[in-house]
């Protein structure tokens, strides 16, 4: 029998992923089961199982998916030699998100939304999400502390809570986005300079 190549295997993978991204932007998280994301995908009970073994697999891999974008993003500012204002961090982080959100056939940032309300009911997603948002904070909490150290925020700046803030700030833009309609990315950007006085 011919070995399967890793790049039949990826694209396997990948078609796994998408249905069960269809399946939940059609039906909902909580509604969706694995057979729905295997009718969905056309590949056989074995073939999806072999890839995700339940609906936290499959969160996990969009999780990482979305922070592998953003974390892309943010490791490129952390290598950068100067430091980056917070206000400049969640433009360049909205900028990432934006993309994922469009990109693609289906909408990431509505599966992520779906997971974080699945997490309140459902323990082995909410470790998925936790992991996933505490990861996202302590990477901009860096960037903060180099803002902070470049006279970019006060000296007594928290560069956890500035962190905590900031993500606070992309995750009400995802929310808004698609439960009451959002001023588009770059005036999203430009209200939040207008409030801290930053523009």
């Known amino acids: 029998m011919p ?11 990948e078609q796994v992923l998408q249905a069960a991204w269809a399946c939940f932007s059609r039906n909902g998280f909580h509604a969706t089961t694995m057979a729905d994301v295997i009718a969905e995908s056309g590949l056989s009970a074995g073939a999806v199982y ?4 339940s609906k936290a697999a499959l969160v996990r891999a969009t999780a990482d998916r979305a922070l592998g974008e953003v974390g892309g993003t943010l490791a490129e500012l952390l290598e950068a030699d100067a430091a980056v204002h917070p206000v400049d961090v969640l433009e360049r982080i909205l900028e990432t998100v934006e993309r994922l959100a469009t990109s693609g056939p289906t909408d990431i940032t509505r599966i992520a939304l779906m997971a974080w309300a699945e997490g309140l009911r459902a323990p082995e997603i909410h470790e998925v999400t936790n992991r996933a948002l505490t990861g996202l904070r302590g990477r901009v909490a860096d960037l903060a502390r180099g803002a902070r150290a470049a006279g970019l925020l006060p000296p007594g700046a928290d560069p956890e809570a500035v962190a905590s803030a900031t993500v606070s700030l992309v995750l009400g833009w995802v929310v808004q986005r698609h439960v009451a309609g959002v001023p588009d990315r770059e005036a999203y950007v430009a209200a939040v300079r207008d409030l801290l006085g930053t523009a």
């Open 3 to 13: 070995k399967v190549s890793e790049q039949h295997l990826a694209a396997r993978r």
């Open 50 to 53: 072999r890839y995700f073994d």
